[in-house]
């Protein structure tokens, strides 16, 4: 029978801070759907010579933090995201403008749309989203 480790419920995403290798070990989770800390370890090793017991390390606190579930069967730790990256990205980038940038909202919109080019599909997309915000 799977055993869970113990976790938060429901994460409050604004309190969550991911550092750099709790950053790269989601974005492994999320795009590959990597569920071991094995498999996460060897898709890390080649690029950063870190220590098994350092992603294993890493994978649990994401699962106390609430951002990864944690089952257990046999010996082997399985883990599969709670949040979405789509979520965690968007509660991330709300934090530091609410805590950093204040009421500059719309200067930080404007900026990101003149630094990256945007197509016009994603334009329209944007044009619909601000539409259905107000």
């Known amino acids: 029978m799977a055993r869970r480790a113990k976790t938060k ?15 790269a070990v989601m974005q492994i989770i999320w795009e590959k759907n990597i569920n071991t800390v094995k498999d996460v370890f060897m898709e890390l090793y080649p690029k950063r ?3 098994y017991t ?3 390390t890493v994978m649990r606190r994401l699962a ?3 951002v990864l579930e944690q089952d257990r069967a046999a010996k082997t730790y399985y883990y ?14 709300n934090s530091v403008v609410d ?3 204040g009421n500059v909202s ?14 016009s599909d994603e334009l329209i997309a ?3 989203k601000l539409g259905s915000a107000k």
């Open 9 to 23: 419920e429901t994460p409050e995403l604004a309190d969550i801070g991911l550092g750099e290798l709790e950053a």
């Open 49 to 51: 010579r870190l220590a």
């Open 54 to 56: 350092t992603i294993m």
């Open 64 to 66: 106390e933090k609430g």
């Open 80 to 93: 599969k995201a709670k949040v979405s990256q789509e979520d965690m990205a968007e509660s991330m980038i």
């Open 99 to 101: 805590k950093v940038l």
């Open 106 to 119: 719309a200067d930080i919109v404007i900026g990101i749309i003149k630094k990256h080019s945007l197509t």
């Open 126 to 128: 944007l044009e619909r």
